[in-house]
């Protein structure tokens, strides 16, 4: 990164941050123009294997430790708490939820981590963004038990709980995936579903 700042303009400053977006880091409040960021879609267990992925880049570089190694408990939502409530004030996230759980009260949970998560990460999002700065979040929208997750609205829904304002949300078009256009979440023969072929661009203003 540093040689290609160099190489583009030299008056450029870019500093990488290793930490959890979750918690609060030495980043200034309202210190921030804009966000762009796109967060993992959910658990590594039937969508984007973030944790594989990442562990064959840091093996390519030489660079794996224990701790990269459990990469995906780091990850948003890698740490379930059965004990975590729903107290997230999204109607789109407990429609999907009271349906994930007459099938699966336990992937609910595990749904529901990963947005408990993701708004804790909004939380520190909106904290360091400058007033009427924009928060732009590239995200997919992800099928659990056959229930499509509406992650859009839910982050819509959730960052103006926190006092954004939903500027917009553009769907578009994924079109080159490494990804097979579907899976199978339940092992089961034959039993397949799509795997995400649209993105959406989430734009919230800080007001």
């Known amino acids: 990164m ?12 870019a500093r990488v941050i290793h930490g959890d977006s979750t918690k609060k880091y030495a980043i200034a409040d309202e210190s921030i123009d804009c966000i762009i960021t796109s967060p993992p879609y959910g658990d590594s267990k039937t969508t984007v294997a973030y944790g594989q992925f990442s562990r064959l880049s840091l093996q390519w570089l030489d660079m794996v430790s224990d701790e990269e190694l459990q990469i995906d408990k780091q990850l948003i939502g890698g740490i379930v708490d059965p004990q975590t409530k729903n107290n997230l004030n999204s109607k789109s996230l407990t429609k999907a939820l009271n349906l994930i759980t007459e099938h699966d009260s336990k992937r609910a949970k595990e749904v529901l981590a990963f947005y408990v998560d993701l708004n804790k990460a909004m939380i520190q999002a909106y904290r360091i963004l400058k007033n009427y700065k924009y928060f732009c979040v590239v995200i997919g929208n992800r099928t659990v038990k056959k229930v499509k997750l509406p992650t859009d609205f839910i982050v819509s829904e959730l960052g103006e709980n926190l006092g954004f304002h939903t500027v917009d949300i553009i769907v578009r078009n994924i079109p080159n995936k490494r990804m097979p256009l579907k899976n199978s979440p339940t092992n089961i023969a034959g039993e397949l579903e799509e795997t995400i072929q649209k993105e959406s661009i989430v734009i919230l203003q800080k007001l």
């Open 2 to 13: 540093k040689e290609f700042y160099n190489d583009v303009d030299n008056k450029t400053w």
